[in-house]
């Protein structure tokens, strides 16, 4: 495997993280509570982006090959709790 082939297979791996961090920060505006005023849409995608990509990661780790059912339904679990903990929903 070539370099250039080696950055494809690393992006299609992170690209349902992206995906689902960015839609989520961007949904989490019109669904949850008022954030505060300092928190951009970005911020939120970023830190979705980061632990997306880690529970991908962990079940690659876990299965063996990547794109199992399991590990995408884990990462929407993940990136939706992290959403609603920065957001502080259970305020409010």
Do not use: C, E
Request: charged share 10%; proline share 3%.
């Amino acid at each position: 495997m070539g370099p250039f082939d080696l950055i494809l297979h690393a992006l299609g791996f992170v690209a349902p993280a992206f995906a689902v961090g960015a839609l989520v920060a961007l949904a989490a505006r019109l669904v949850l509570p008022r954030q505060s005023a300092g928190s951009a849409w970005w911020g939120d995608a970023a830190i979705n982006f980061i632990v997306g990509v880690g529970v991908l990661a962990a079940g690659l780790w876990y299965f063996g090959v990547d794109g199992k059912m399991a590990s995408y339904a884990a990462l929407v679990a993940a990136i939706a709790s992290v959403q609603w903990a920065r957001s502080k929903a259970w305020r409010g």
